[in-house]
């Protein structure tokens, strides 16, 4: 059973910075992709930044530049450092992994594995 749970959410001001962690468990595939993903209160969800397992990256145009996403095998763990945070930036935070290692960041809906989420709140 293919468990992901995240942690690392909280609350900073803006410009601040937090890094977000998603442990893996029971993912025995070995390509995947693996994506972090946001929705806030009234919007659709939004795909942020992922990750292959080729080590191909992509992300949102409104993250590029702030966000970097990665993964520390050994340790099963798939990160999402957030720098420069803003206030739209607030959401929760969830991570995500599939099979379908060619699935890119617009393509959130289509992931088989969900984490539960972990929340983020920047204020102004």
């Known amino acids: 059973q293919v468990q992901l749970v995240e942690s690392g959410g909280g609350s900073v001001q803006t410009g601040g910075s937090l890094r977000l962690t998603c442990t893996i468990s029971g993912y025995s595939y070995t390509k995947y992709s693996m994506q972090w993903f946001r929705q806030a209160p009234g919007k659709e969800r939004e795909g942020v930044a992922v990750l292959d397992s080729d080590g191909d990256t992509d992300y949102a145009d409104s993250v590029k530049g702030r966000f970097t996403i990665s993964k520390d095998n050994a340790k099963n763990t798939l990160y999402l450092q957030m720098n420069s945070l803003k206030p739209e930036d607030t959401a929760m935070y969830y991570c995500?992994?599939?099979?379908?290692?060619?699935?890119?960041?617009?393509?959130?809906?289509?992931?088989?594995?969900w984490g539960q989420g972990t929340q983020v709140t920047v204020s102004s």
């Open positions: 995500a992994a599939d099979p379908k290692w060619w699935l890119r960041v617009h393509q959130h809906d289509l992931y088989k594995y």
